[in-house]
Structure formats: C-alpha cells, structure tokens
C-alpha cells in the first residue's frame, strides 16, 4: 500500500521559518500532483499550495510571498519551505498526492498523517 510521510513540522516563534517535507513510499508507478493542505483551528482543511510534476505552482493568497512548494521526482518527495511564519499559521498540515500504482489502473488520492506546526507570538 502506498503512504505519505511528512516531517519537520514543531514549535517556532513568529517570523522564523520551517521546511517540511513529504516523502512517498510502496508501490509507486508514477504520481501526479502533489500538495500541501492545512487544518487551522475551527475552520475546514484548506489548500495551501500544490505543484505538478513538471513544476507548475499556485499557491493560497494567505502564503504568496512567504512559502515555496518543491518537489524531487526522483524522490517521490515533495517540501515546503515556510519563511516569515505567522501565528495564524498555526495548524496540522498534510500532505496530498494522486498516485498510479500500476500501469493499467487509475489514480488513487493519498493523505500523509500530518504533522503539526505552532507559531508563537
């Protein structure tokens, strides 16, 4: 079964920076987008950016200008580099991905467990 792993998440104060990243693992025959979500206290899972597998990003409006999206193909991992952190930053993020696992099947969406990230005022 295919699974996504992410890390670096943790406790920093307003306006330092942190790097999570996203490792995919099984059986993997190719993936396509991958993305980063997040779940802010009281309010729904939100996009926060995604990228294609040729390099293509969009990102939400709250993060332009401060996080970046990257992904390694040959790694099957994909990071976010979070600068100029604010508290309202603060929440579980998780990682998304489609993979095809065999070349006669479909996509299938997979979730990472999320990991946690605290910025404090």
């Known amino acids: 079964q295919v699974q996504l792993v992410e890390s670096g998440g943790g406790l920093v104060q307003a306006g330092g920076s942190l790097r999570l990243s996203c490792a995919a693992s099984?059986?993997?025959?190719?993936?396509?987008?991958m993305a980063w979500y997040r779940q802010v206290s009281g309010k729904q899972r939100e996009l926060v950016a995604d990228?294609?597998?040729?390099?293509?990003?969009n990102y939400a409006d709250s993060v332009k200008g401060r996080f970046t999206i990257s992904r390694d193909n040959a790694k099957n991992t994909v990071y976010l580099q979070m600068n100029s952190l604010k508290p309202e930053d603060t929440g579980v993020y998780y990682c998304n991905a489609d993979i095809r696992r065999n070349i006669i099947g479909g996509y299938v969406e997979v979730w990472g467990q999320g990991t946690l990230v605290t910025v404090s005022s």
């Open positions: 990228i294609t597998t040729g390099g293509a990003t």
């Open positions: 099984g059986r993997i025959f190719s993936i396509n987008v």
